[in-house]
């Protein structure tokens, strides 16, 4: 969370336990907490991510891929972003949306080897195996 647009001792509080739920593995808290702080300071691209990352451990991902879209649409240029939601639709098993967001991650940052694999994983899920193979040595290379 960007500490400028807190202004309450609450909201960092509040912003606090989310992160300590979430270390925790106790989604259901964290998302409590998150959607207080979203709900704040709705412009913290930060927020929206931590509160995605939550709603994935719950195993909700659409859930969680609508929130990483409101953290993108606040800081598109966020490569990390693009790389959040690429491992959302992994998991949500939409290999080529995957694909298009860790491609996105990769014009952003061209060297970002999460973003390599990624994308590597996503055209493997897409039945894309040569593309695959050959992004996986590039990450690993």
Do not use: C
């Not at 409590?32 to 300071?41: L, N």
């Amino acid at each position: 969370m960007n500490s400028s647009n807190v202004d309450s001792g609450h909201l960092q509080k509040t912003w606090q336990k989310g992160v300590r739920s979430l270390e925790q593995r106790d989604f259901v808290r964290a998302v409590g907490h998150f959607k207080k702080v979203a709900k704040a300071i709705p412009q913290d691209p930060d927020v929206h991510f931590a509160l995605a990352d939550a709603l994935l451990g719950q195993g909700r991902a659409d859930n969680a891929i609508r929130e990483y879209r409101v953290g993108i649409d606040l800081s598109p240029g966020l490569a990390m972003g693009w790389i959040r939601l690429g491992g959302a639709f992994l998991i949500a098993g939409q290999g080529s949306k995957a694909l298009d967001a860790f491609n996105q991650a990769q014009t952003i940052e061209p060297g970002n080897l999460r973003a390599r694999a990624g994308a590597a994983e996503a055209a493997a899920m897409a039945g894309d195996l040569e593309t695959a193979q050959a992004g996986f040595v590039s990450a690993l290379a």
